[in-house]
């Protein structure tokens, strides 16, 4: 999965927000379901949210439920994960993924989130 990173990760403080955005290439864009994941060191990679290929279903992990938003832009072929009232837990390096109509999911580089006053 090539993502181009339109929105990268940084350092913020807590309750702060912050936009990750992938515009994806190298696929048929609008056939896949796409997500987002994080991982730490201690955690192994968890789903954050994920979003149907026509954008009509998401999902969310229930720590992010009510904080953070996914969307997608078929057009620009482009993910996108709002991420409001951030805590220290969120700290964690995040992956767009993509996953094809056959279930094959695919991954992007990750991205460093740092949440910490």
């Known amino acids: 999965l090539r993502c181009n990173w339109r929105s990268l990760g940084g350092l913020v403080q807590p309750g702060d927000s912050l936009r990750l955005s992938c515009a994806a290439s190298?696929?048929?864009?609008?056939?896949?379901?796409m997500g987002w994941y994080r991982q730490t060191p201690e955690k192994e990679r968890e789903l954050v949210a994920s979003?149907?290929?026509?954008?009509?279903?998401?999902n969310y992990a229930d720590s992010v439920k009510g904080r953070f938003t996914i969307s997608r832009d078929i057009a620009k072929n482009t993910v996108n994960l709002q991420m409001n009232s951030l805590k220290p837990e969120d700290t964690a390096v995040y992956y767009c993924?993509?996953?094809?109509?056959?279930?094959?999911?695919?991954w992007g580089k990750g991205t460093l989130v740092t949440v910490s006053s």
């Open positions: 190298g696929f048929a864009f609008h056939l896949y379901a």
């Open positions: 979003i149907r290929s026509d954008g009509g279903s998401t």
């Open positions: 993924n993509a996953v094809n109509p056959f279930g094959m999911p695919y």
